[in-house]
């Protein structure tokens, strides 16, 4: 090589040694670099598919789950207690139970007001969301569920927001109407906004999508309907993979379901039964009604005065259909709830039971009456695809594991 000077017989200077100096000032300026020339979080996809117990799992024919929960990470979990949709979407959106983020059903009773409230505004969430975490780390998430819901329950921390149920103008124009909220094809519709979202907005580095169990209240899991329903989901879910193949896919359920054979009135079994109390509330009741008419299988007792809990509880236990009652702490600690926020009784139906409010103090339910929110609906699926994070199927026990691990602080 013919040198002249410093330079090398094309002209270029020779590369200057990389000093101690040199090396750490390079790397001041890269710990000082803006977000966005550091490591972006992978893109992550929530889906909390509402009613797909581990029995929908089973029964259907969902090819690209399978692929998913054989290569990743497949673990049979329990969902959150009670077993309603409003507790386990704040427990697998917050990565916590309901002793931290308070939301013990789809409602509660309201001391302030006296009345029965629905649990569904982001002011009871007492836990910051996956898209408050997200946000910290500089990722944008989006909010998309079947039902108004969930929008106002889980809206904090999420840059965009869409109900299916009541979807923009512009949403319409894209995609064309939502079909109604008591319908299958809601979801189809709800996933296919998901995967225009994840095509067109690559900015959005967290998506969160629930469904609607209105086909899992509708149609048991070996029915035509039901199967029809998921290996439609199933094909979305390959879409959506497809649309992102750099996205990590995190999927569980709020709940199971059973057929349910009878529902007691608590207010006039207790009444008629000498022991009155103040309010028993179904605590799976939200505005859904055409889905289980606001029964499910966990309630809480409210009694006039604390001198009567003992009788009403054995009162109760009485009943047929009924497993278990608890006395509020017994329950808070079992199922870490939030004291402040269930009844001085917490009533376990079993399998066949349901409590709501009815004409008489019980009723026998027609034989396609579907619902949840007992004990006997707890066992639903967790599966990770595509994480490049290590992650071990054992340390996934429950549903609200899902997605704690994302944005950790
Ligand atoms: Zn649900």
Redesign the pocket.
């Known amino acids: 090589m013919v040198r002249t000077g410093d330079r090398d017989y094309h002209g270029r200077m020779p590369p200057a040694p990389v000093t101690r100096r040199r090396f750490l000032l390079s790397y001041a300026a890269f710990a000082a670099a803006p977000a966005f020339c550091r490591q972006v979080p992978q893109r992550a996809v929530v889906l909390m598919c509402?009613?797909f117990g581990i029995e929908y799992l089973e029964t259907s024919e969902m090819p690209a789950l399978a692929s998913w929960r054989e290569r990743g990470v497949f673990r049979r979990v329990q969902c959150t207690m009670p077993s309603?949709?409003n507790t386990?979407?704040a427990s697998i959106c917050c990565g916590v139970l309901p002793d931290r983020h308070g939301i013990t059903g789809n409602s509660y009773f309201d001391p302030r007001t006296g009345r029965e409230e629905y649990m569904e505004t982001a002011d009871l969430l007492l836990a910051p969301t996956l898209f408050e975490r997200a946000q910290k780390h500089g990722v944008k998430s989006a909010l998309l569920s079947s039902k108004k819901k969930t929008t106002t329950l889980l809206s904090a921390g999420a840059e965009l927001i869409l109900a299916a149920e009541a979807p923009p103008p512009e949403w319409v124009e894209r995609l064309g109407p939502a079909p109604d909220i008591y319908s299958r094809e809601i979801n189809y519709w709800l996933l296919t906004a998901a995967i225009d979202l994840l095509k067109r907005r690559r900015d959005i580095g967290c998506l969160y999508i629930h469904t609607?169990?209105y086909p899992?209240h509708t149609w048991p899991a070996n029915s035509v309907e039901s199967k029809a329903h998921l290996a439609r989901l199933d094909q979305l879910f390959d879409e959506a993979a497809a649309a992102a193949p750099d996205a990590a896919f995190l999927l569980t359920?709020?709940?199971g379901m059973n057929h349910k054979t009878r529902c007691w009135d608590l207010e006039k079994a207790c009444s008629r039964r000498g022991h009155p109390i103040r309010i028993a509330i179904s605590v799976d009741r939200d505005k859904y009604l055409k889905h289980h008419r606001g029964y499910g299988g966990v309630a809480w007792i409210y009694c006039t005065q604390p001198a009567d809990i003992d009788a009403v509880a054995r009162t109760v236990v009485g009943l047929e259909g009924v497993e278990t009652v608890l006395i509020r702490s017994e329950a808070v600690s079992r199922y870490h709830l939030m004291a402040s926020r269930i009844g001085d009784l917490v009533v376990l139906g079993d399998r066949d039971t349901v409590f709501g409010e009815l004409d008489l103090e019980l009723e026998m339910l027609p034989a396609n009456y579907r619902a949840?929110g007992s004990l006997h609906e707890m066992e639903v699926p967790l599966v990770i695809h595509n994480a490049h994070a290590k992650l071990d199927s054992a340390s996934f026990a429950g549903n609200w594991q899902l997605a704690r691990w994302l944005y950790a602080a």
């Open positions: 509402d009613g309603v949709t386990n979407n609607t169990d899992m359920a709020d709940h949840h």
